[in-house]
């Protein structure tokens, strides 16, 4: 039968050790080195070293205190494990200093050093002995010259001392593993005194170590020590909740497990306590963290293995390894409940456990951030414009719903709700004459940056919509990828177009055609590039989002539904109204009539792919998540102009990121069209917003942009924020990847000009109507923008 460790013999596992009940860290070095400085080679001498190479061990001579000390702290003998000393003749060799310099020598805390002393030492009295003892000898053996005596000797020594200290060498190793271990662990004596704490204990507590060490528990945390003590004295485990009392910061909760441990004797001479605080759980999941909270505080638990000691921490799968706790979260540890954050957060415990106490503050932060909703969007107040009209803008773009009362301005009169637009239901019949050369030749251009948007919507009598989709539906194929004939899109569009509001004056379907033209382009730039990123389905649907993507806008925002209780608001709940609806719509007119329904063709796969592609898009024209998905599609393509080779989207989320990038620079592309197209849309954009202003007051609602009133509004400032703030950065990162530096051009241009206006006071709608006249009269006499730069 295989004997236990703790059962064989000591000579056959020489490096076994006593009866720890952990498996061991086995001592270095197997072999015993011993040091034996004589002065004489006497048969004392002689015994000594072969009772040495009787006990296989590793023996070096020195004749002088001088040579022992430098022998001792060669670095290369690799250290000795016992040093022996001739202490029968102080005048040739000084035992007492040779003892005191090895003391002092660098790693010499456990070795054993032994003096030789003469037989009449012992006789007399025992003040040499002590003496010897004092300044660090471990033994004092009576001289023999008998190899049996000595062998003897040397044989109690490297059991009752050598090993020992071997064992207790190897201690600096598992203090090494505790100090950097990422649980808090604190060891207390049986009064819950603190005499060890790790470097984990700094951040959970939030105190240094020397703050810690020498403390009671009961001024470290709230907690019943009593509880914890009636547990542990009856050799359970104490697994429960203490507060911290956190130096200068709120307290929080932190789980503790308290193990005892018995050093000398029956009963728990110390505690290890084991703590964690939520933040560097390992699992940050609320859900497992409440479920935590939910399990029996202070519950005695089985005493076990090291795996169970573990269970404070919140790892699913420690939490989950024992009794109660395996059964109320089996079912959670087994769903795939980790998110990306998770693991960022995770990682960044992690770190949190090597780093220093500052440091370790600066990362809760971080994590505190991290945890938050809305990673990407920014709060107004990060945003720091001097000018009001830019403040005003940039706010009502990026806030979602119903606008503060408290920030708002209202009007005294009493009134209710505005009812939404009323679509225009007249056909679509065009001019013969108009539509004729000159709209085949504009349609030419139709894939040109200074595509004349506003003089298709003259020549088609502000229906462009149905025109230019019909030419941009053939130039991409559209037709051949739904396997859909002409006719149905021409009816779809003209019912699209049917349903966008002819009297606002900007959110109409000139605004639509635009947007869809831009778009158009944008496509054709990413097919000329070698790079695959867009199939005939991408390009199918962006062109079809685009059409829609404000179908049904009732030119007022959707604060300003919110804001007047509309039945669209109380629809969507006030979160993404606008867009909400004109994704809606466009399904809900389509799927109406089988004579428009465009996807009627399509498999289900394929129309559940087309139907997700459009409203995602759609979606993304939501100004309030503006940052959001810009700061995504920057942190994954980068904004380096300089870079030629552009990042190709190489999977399905960075695909979705170029899709609402790409639609988003068209919805806003007006600041970088030629300075006539821009200025146009400056002047109906800031109509609309007017407008908006004039009902609220009207009607005594909270007004949305305060400075977008007609009277006193400069709509030049108003486009040097809307550039610096929203689109600079934008079309920076747009053109780092398709490569349209013509964008840039003209958005640097626009935005001197606006700053030149806003120089020479052209602020009104009447002073920008001036100027168009005279910027018209200018494209007249043939000055191209170009000539300009
Ligand atoms: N030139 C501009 N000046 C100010 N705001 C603009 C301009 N162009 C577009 N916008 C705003 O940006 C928004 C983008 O989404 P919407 O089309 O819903 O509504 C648009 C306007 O509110």
Not at 99 to 128: C, L, P, W
Not at 217 to 237: E, M, P
Not at 254 to 262: G, T
Not at 306 to 321: E, K, N, T, Y
Request: proline share 4%; with cysteine.
């Amino acid at each position: 039968m295989a004997l236990t460790p703790e059962e064989e013999p000591l000579d056959s596992c020489p490096r076994l050790v006593s009866d720890l009940k952990f498996p061991n860290l086995l001592p270095p070095n197997p072999v015993i080195k011993i040091l034996i400085a004589f002065c004489k080679n006497d048969p004392v001498f002689d015994a000594l070293v072969n009772a040495s190479h009787r006990l296989s061990l590793e023996p070096t001579f020195v004749k002088s205190a001088e040579s022992a000390i430098e022998a001792f702290q060669n670095p290369s003998s690799g250290g000795h494990h016992i040093i022996i000393v001739d202490a029968r003749y102080p005048r040739t060799m000084e035992a007492e200093a040779l003892g005191r310099s090895i003391r002092n020598s660098k790693g010499s805390q456990h070795t054993t050093m032994v003096a030789v002393v003469k037989k009449s030492v012992f006789e007399k009295d025992d003040t040499a002995v002590i003496s010897l003892l004092d300044v660090g000898y471990n033994r004092c053996i009576i001289e023999s010259p008998h190899v049996s005596i000595c062998s003897s000797e040397l044989r109690q020594i490297q059991h009752s001392l050598v090993r020992p200290q071997n064992v207790i060498s190897t201690q600096q190793a598992l203090y090494t593993a505790l100090h950097r271990s990422r649980e808090a662990v604190i060891i207390t004596d049986d009064t819950l005194r603190a005499q060890y704490a790790n470097r984990a204990s700094e951040r959970v507590l939030n105190m240094k170590l020397d703050e810690i060490v020498g403390r009671s528990l009961n001024d470290l945390v709230t907690a019943d020590i009593s509880n914890i003590l009636s547990h542990t004295s009856r050799y359970k485990d104490y697994d429960g909740y203490l507060t911290t009392r956190r130096k200068s910061q709120e307290s929080s909760q932190i789980h503790v497990r308290a193990v005892p441990v018995s050093c000398i004797g029956r009963n728990p001479t110390h505690l290890v306590l084991i703590l964690e605080s939520s933040s560097s759980a390992l699992v940050s999941s609320n859900a497992i963290g409440e479920a935590l909270q939910t399990l029996p505080q202070g519950k005695e638990v089985p005493r076990g293995s090291l795996h169970s000691i573990r269970r404070g921490s919140f790892d699913v799968r420690s939490i989950a390894s024992d009794g109660l706790r395996r059964t109320s979260l089996a079912k959670l540890s087994s769903l795939p409940l980790e998110a990306p954050i998770t693991k960022v957060l995770s990682l960044l415990a992690q770190v949190q456990e090597n780093c220093s106490l500052e440091e370790a503050k600066l990362l809760d932060r971080v994590m505190e951030f991290l945890k938050r909703e809305g990673l990407y969007s920014p709060q107004m107040k990060e945003i720091r414009t001097e000018d009001p009209v830019a403040t005003d803008l940039i706010g009502a773009l990026l806030t979602q719903g119903p606008t503060n009362i408290l920030s708002s301005r209202r009007s005294s009169n009493d009134s209710i709700i505005r009812g939404g637009g009323r679509p225009s239901t007249g056909s679509i019949v065009f001019n013969k004459t108009k539509e004729s050369s000159e709209l085949s030749d504009l349609l030419q251009t139709a894939l040109d940056w200074d595509f004349e948007i506003f003089k298709l919507e003259e020549l088609t009598e502000k229906r462009p919509l149905v025109c230019l989709g019909l030419e941009l539906f053939r130039r991409f194929d559209v037709y051949a990828t739904f396997n859909c004939d002409e006719m149905t899109f021409k009816l779809w569009l003209i019912e699209m177009e049917k349903h966008y509001h002819s009297e606002n004056t900007y959110h109409n379907s000139t605004h639509a055609a635009d947007v869809m033209q831009a778009t158009a382009v944008y496509l054709q730039q990413l097919s000329n590039r070698e790079l695959k990123i867009m199939d005939r389905m991408d390009e199918a649907t962006a062109l079809i989002a685009a059409a829609t993507h404000d179908i049904d806008h009732p030119g007022r925002s959707s604060a300003f539904l919110c804001n007047s209780d509309s039945s669209l608001a109380l629809l969507y709940n006030d979160i993404c109204v606008l867009e909400s609806h004109h994704a809606a719509t466009t399904f809900r007119l389509t799927l109406a009539d089988d004579k428009i329904n465009i996807f009627k063709n399509l498999d289900r796969d394929m129309y559940k792919l087309a139907r997700s592609i459009i409203v995602d898009m759609i979606l993304a024209t939501e100004m309030t998540r503006h940052f959001e998905h810009l700061a995504k599609f920057v942190s994954v393509f980068g904004t380096d102009v300089e870079s030629k080779e552009p990042l190709a989207p190489d999977n399905d989320d960075n695909q979705i990121l170029v899709r609402r990038m790409l639609i988003k620079c068209a919805d806003v592309s007006n600041p970088t069209r030629p300075l006539k197209f821009c200025v146009e849309w400056a002047r109906r954009i800031a109509e609309e917003y007017f407008m908006q202003t004039d009902e609220e007051k009207r009607k005594n609602l909270p007004i949305v942009m305060p400075m977008f009133d007609r009277t006193t509004c400069s709509i030049s400032k108003s486009q040097i924020g809307f550039i610096e703030y929203i689109i600079h950065d934008m079309m920076d990162a747009w053109n780092s990847f398709i490569e349209m530096p013509e964008i840039i051009r003209y958005m640097e241009f626009n935005y001197s000009q606006w700053k030149l206006f806003e120089e020479q006071g052209i602020n009104t709608l009447s002073d920008i109507k001036r100027k168009q006249m005279s910027l018209n009269e200018e494209t007249a006499s043939s000055i191209s923008l170009e000539e300009k730069f």
